[in-house]
């Protein structure tokens, strides 16, 4: 009989979706959203509680940002205490053309407060957005987290 590890099953739900997060699927679901425990035999391990999951906030959201001009946004994490201190990788996806992102510091871990950077050059296009922010545990086992971002640029 052979068993397997609980992070392994979850690993194995979350890179799909890590790589499908990456070539721009940002409905791809993560750990901070429900998931349904494993029904498994005896023999095998089920899958994590969701409260070894963590989740992320962002303050403030929606955000605004003049062309021309970056807003900062913090980044707090909710997470059981076995996870605070792990790294995580942080990433943005959908940012409209002209607008960059950066997080300081550049490695962040979850219990820490890192701030996101926006900024957007004078020739971006005013409007809505919905950019998407990311983290994902920088471990054998991956664990992924996403929130979303309403972004607003206006004329400068």
């Known amino acids: 009989?052979?068993?397997i590890h609980p992070r392994t099953l979850l690993k194995a739900a979350l890179?799909?979706?890590?790589?499908?997060?990456?070539?721009g699927g940002s409905q791809a679901?993560?750990?901070?959203?429900a998931a349904a425990p494993a029904n498994l035999t005896s023999g095998v391990h089920a899958a994590p509680s969701p409260d070894s999951y963590y989740t992320m906030r962002l303050s403030?959201?929606?955000?605004t940002v003049r062309a021309g001009h970056r807003t900062r946004i913090t980044i707090s994490f909710q997470a059981p205490a076995d996870l605070r201190g792990t790294p995580v990788a942080l990433s943005v996806?959908?940012?409209p053309g002209g607008v960059t992102a950066s997080f300081s510091p550049s490695a962040a871990a979850?219990?820490?407060r890192p701030v996101l950077t926006l900024a957007a050059a004078p020739s971006s296009a005013a409007g809505a957005f919905a950019a998407t922010v990311t983290a994902m545990t920088l471990?054998?086992?991956?664990i992924g987290t996403s929130t979303p971002l309403g972004l607003t640029i206006s004329a400068s």
Not at 60 to 63: A, E, G, L, T
């Open 1 to 3: 009989m052979f068993r």
């Open 15 to 23: 890179v799909p979706a890590a790589l499908l997060m990456a070539a």
């Open 29 to 33: 679901a993560f750990a901070s959203q």
């Open 60 to 63: 403030p959201s929606p955000v």
């Open 93 to 95: 996806s959908g940012l």
């Open 110 to 112: 979850i219990g820490g």
């Open 139 to 142: 471990s054998s086992d991956p």
